[in-house]
């Protein structure tokens, strides 16, 4: 193996490292009785931004959020490409404009179970170790 | 009446040469050109103007519209907050507020409660500090209704809606919500206002509370305010900014509120457009300027060059027809005249008359007095046998001292006798040579068609014999032909 070779393969192995990381830092989840099994990363950007409030065969949708840190962030960048303060930027305009309101903010683990268990079209996100039996995580298309 | 006809047929003549022709019709059309094309200019500008205008207004209808629903909304909110507070929520009440969704969306808004120190005593989570503002705090304390922060008295670059509390009629504090400026100014889009676009929420106190200009968002800039602003709106006139910028200004007055909205569109950026087809308009026009000049340049040189080519084919005909020194046609053009005139009285039954002349004793006041004074001579003798002569006959000169005449149009023999005699006491007339008075005679012999001849040297030598037979016979005499004096010479 010539050094360029070396090179790929550590290159691509940070690649997939980093994927994997982000894969594993965040997931979407929705209530175990929800209908949704699978969405792609557009759909779930168009839901959480605002740009679409309903799914084909599932209907109205409700995005949950949580209040900002670290997690939010690393959704929000992995999924919209956007930084906080640029989504912050994005509601400021819309919420003046009258063209839409944010998500709703869950503050806590529980909070986020109850609304999920409650409401079939609710989505929302959290970290992998706290996800539970009454969740399910979204399949990415 | 006819002067008048003559001499407008006479300007519409002199008009046509080519010399004022072409260069007035090069002139007319491009005076066509440019004023078409000025006056398109001038719509174009027109309709951009207006399109800016009835953009303006749109655009500032909207933002009145968002602000105002913004500014309701915030204070619709306090007016809950400070209600739920004063009914006995205390400590809990934001929390509780939110849970219900009657708190202005946290992700934007911050909302915290204070007391008359000035202390948090609840917030929520958004953490602008709402305590640092001495300013606001204290004109909280002055009444009850809403209160605006003016950046100016602020070091914070946050805009905050408070209004006072009251616990068991005393006051007890307030409720403050904050927002960053640039939330007033979020539906800029420079699509519309363009990139020099301006937006923002001006104080009744002459302090923008938010101005946006393109990208550029600040807060606590001042204008000296027109009292009159308050109830008035501005409707598109051009004001001139700090920045040296000309915009079309749209303002209004927030009903409730001591804020006025403001829209103003760059100048120069909505007439860009108008400004390119004007560009466009101008190049076209010189182009099409450039090519009439050019093709009436070459029609000119044209028509020049060929007037220029007839002039001088007419002068070299002239040189070949006309005797030099007295300018009377010579020997070759008389011929022809002569075989025209025939051939008109053989079609017309009419008769003419030729008239050789001979000056007598020429010879002598050339060989005595010089050439110069002989030419002298025969100049004035030619003028004079013209002035004998109608417009309609002709005299040409054939020889040194002779002269030959041809009258066309006169009836018969006593006008060719009375015509004769009059070019002899014409001649008569002592001539004025170089100072000197001279007296000269001349002889002239009269053939006659078709009396004397029919053609043209049948005619010309009886004359001629005629005339010899007068310069034989005393001279300063004229001689009508007859076949007699064939004979007697």
């Not at chain 1, 830092?25 to 009785?33: D, L, R």
């Not at chain 1, 709703?104 to 529980?110: E, F, G, H």
């Not at chain 2, 002349?357 to 020429?362: E, T």
């Not at chain 2, 070019?423 to 006659?448: C, F, R």
Request: hydrophobic share 40%; glycine share 6%.
């Amino acid at each position: 193996m010539n050094r360029v070779h070396v090179h790929l393969i550590s290159l691509s192995l940070l690649l997939l490292c980093n994927a994997v990381k982000a894969a594993a830092e965040v997931v979407v989840v929705v209530g175990k009785n929800s209908p949704m099994e699978s969405l792609n990363s557009h759909e779930i950007s168009d839901i959480f931004l605002g740009n679409a409030t309903a799914l084909p065969k599932i209907g109205k949708v409700m995005p949950l959020d949580r209040s900002e840190d670290r997690l939010r962030a690393a959704f929000y960048q992995d999924y919209t490409g956007k930084n906080l303060p640029q989504i912050k930027a994005h509601w400021a305009k819309n919420i003046f404009t009258g063209r839409g309101y944010p998500p709703k903010v869950v503050s806590s683990i529980d909070e986020l179970r109850a609304i999920l268990l409650k409401n079939p079209t609710a989505i929302g996100y959290t970290s992998p170790d706290k996800v539970d039996g009454s969740m399910k995580i979204l399949i990415m298309k | 009446m006819s002067k008048i006809s003559s001499a407008i047929r006479d300007y519409i003549r002199r008009f046509t040469e080519a010399k004022y022709f072409f260069p007035t019709i090069c002139v007319v059309l491009l005076g066509l050109v440019w004023a078409t094309t000025l006056n398109l200019i001038r719509a174009e500008y027109a309709t951009a103007r207006e399109t800016a205008l009835t953009l303006g207004h749109e655009l500032l209808g909207t933002y009145e519209a968002q602000s105002l629903r913004s500014l309701r909304e915030i204070d619709h909110s306090l007016k809950i907050i400070r209600y739920a507070y004063e009914a006995g929520m205390s400590a809990d009440t934001l929390q509780a507020l939110e849970a219900r969704d009657l708190l202005p969306s946290t992700l934007v808004f911050s909302v915290c409660i204070v007391d008359q120190s000035g202390e948090v005593i609840s917030s929520t989570d958004t953490g602008y500090s709402c305590t640092s503002n001495h300013n606001l705090l204290h004109a909280l304390q002055k009444t009850d209704s809403l209160v605006i922060s003016n950046p100016q008295e602020s070091t914070e670059s946050i805009l905050s809606f408070g209004t006072q509390l009251h616990i068991n009629g005393s006051a007890a504090g307030a409720v403050i919500i904050t927002v960053e400026p640039a939330y007033f100014v979020s539906g800029y889009e420079s699509q519309k206002y363009g990139t020099e676009g301006l937006n923002g929420l001006l104080g009744t106190d002459g302090v923008f509370r938010v101005l946006r200009i393109g990208d550029n968002i600040t807060a606590g800039a001042t204008v000296d305010i027109n009292p009159s602003l308050m109830d008035q709106e501005a409707n598109g006139a051009i004001q001139n900014y700090h920045d040296g910028i000309k915009r079309y200004t749209f303002m209004r007055h927030l009903f409730g509120y001591p804020l006025i909205a403001m829209v103003s569109l760059a100048e120069h950026e909505q007439l860009a457009a108008a400004r390119k087809n004007a560009e466009k308009y101008l190049i076209r026009a010189t182009a099409g300027s450039l090519f009439l000049i050019i093709v009436f340049a070459a029609l000119f040189r044209e028509s020049w060059g060929r007037k220029q080519e007839h002039e001088q084919v007419v002068q070299v005909e002239y040189i070949a027809y006309h005797d030099t020194l007295t300018g009377l046609p010579n020997r070759g053009l008389f011929s022809k005249l002569l075989q025209q005139a025939l051939m008109l009285a053989k079609r017309n039954n009419r008769s003419f008359s030729v008239l050789f002349l001979d000056l007598d004793g020429f010879k002598h006041i050339n060989d005595t007095l010089g050439h110069d004074a002989g030419d002298q001579l025969l100049i004035e003798v030619s003028e004079r046998l013209t002035e004998c002569l109608r417009s309609s006959d002709v005299v040409a000169r054939i020889g040194g001292d002779e002269f030959v005449a041809l009258l066309p149009n006169h009836k018969g023999g006593d006008c060719a006798e009375a015509v004769a005699q009059k070019i002899i006491t014409a001649i008569a007339e002592p001539h004025n040579i170089l100072g000197h008075k001279y007296s000269i005679t001349i002889s002239v012999g009269i053939s006659m068609y078709p009396r004397d001849g029919q053609d043209e040297h049948t005619l010309m030598k009886n004359a001629d014999i005629a005339m010899y037979y007068a310069k034989s016979h005393g001279k300063n005499s004229y001689r009508f032909y007859s076949p007699e004096l064939k004979l007697a010479s």
